[in-house]
């Protein structure tokens, strides 16, 4: 699987919008963007993904450069039950392999 | 949504004890699902991929005969770590998928398995 780069950690205030970024410059043509949170002492949770056009849904939005070397992940307004560990992960659409884990971005809200 | 439901959420015992944890999918088959370990502070570590009624399939220095992982059915695997010594505590999380391509991953809750 390709490699995401992320930052360690990011910071938020609660009700301001977060842009969480993921850089994966040798993604090929049939990965998938995946974006995963963990919740203390939680397993991952499915949040979004999308493959070249963004991407809506109920938890989050996901936006994708035209070249898709990288990613971001936007809360539109955080909670602070949003505070978590957002993984960034690359996934081949042609098989089902399992989902391969970096160090994610560490979100911290603040109230 | 997909239910993934992982029991127990937490065991302590003594060091050589043998310790069982399920990984069951409620409202889907799933034929293939994954263990993975997570030690504190670090990412979550593939150890095995389970495909029902065959074999696992374990990654490179996870002792197959220590994590003896089972998936009888399309809906049940279990992982179980045998002789369990202090090193093996950490948190053991399962996920299922179901049939076909680039199918979501449904994780449990995770087992934080403490070893004294």
């Known amino acids: 699987d390709a490699k995401t780069t992320q930052p360690n950690s990011m910071e938020s205030n609660e009700e301001e919008p977060v842009h969480l970024p993921c850089n994966h410059s040798t993604i090929s043509g049939t990965d998938y963007i995946h974006w995963y949170r963990q919740l203390p002492s939680q397993g991952p949770e499915y949040v979004i993904h999308?493959?070249?056009s963004n991407v809506n849904n109920r938890m989050a939005s996901l936006a994708i450069a035209e070249d898709r070397k990288s990613s971001t992940l936007i809360l539109h307004r955080a909670t602070l039950r949003d505070a978590a560990v957002y993984y960034c992960i690359l996934r081949d659409v042609r098989g089902n392999t399992p989902l391969v884990f970096g160090k994610g971005t560490r979100l911290s809200v603040i109230a | 949504g997909a239910v993934v439901s992982q029991h127990p959420s937490r065991v302590i015992c003594k060091s050589g004890t043998s310790v069982k944890i399920e990984c069951r999918s409620l409202d889907f088959q799933a034929t293939t699902m994954f263990w993975y370990r997570q030690f504190p502070k670090q990412s979550l570590m593939l150890m095995a991929t389970s495909n029902e009624g065959s074999k696992a399939t374990y990654e490179q220095g996870v002792e197959k005969d220590k994590f003896l992982i089972n998936h009888a059915s399309l809906t049940l695997s279990t992982l179980t770590v045998t002789s369990a010594h202090p090193e093996d505590s950490s948190f053991y999380i399962c996920?299922?998928?179901?049939?076909?391509?680039?199918?979501?991953?449904?994780f449990g809750d995770g087992t934080r398995l403490s070893i004294l």
């Open positions: 999308g493959l070249t």
């Open positions: 996920s299922a998928t179901g049939m076909g391509r680039n199918v979501a991953q449904h």
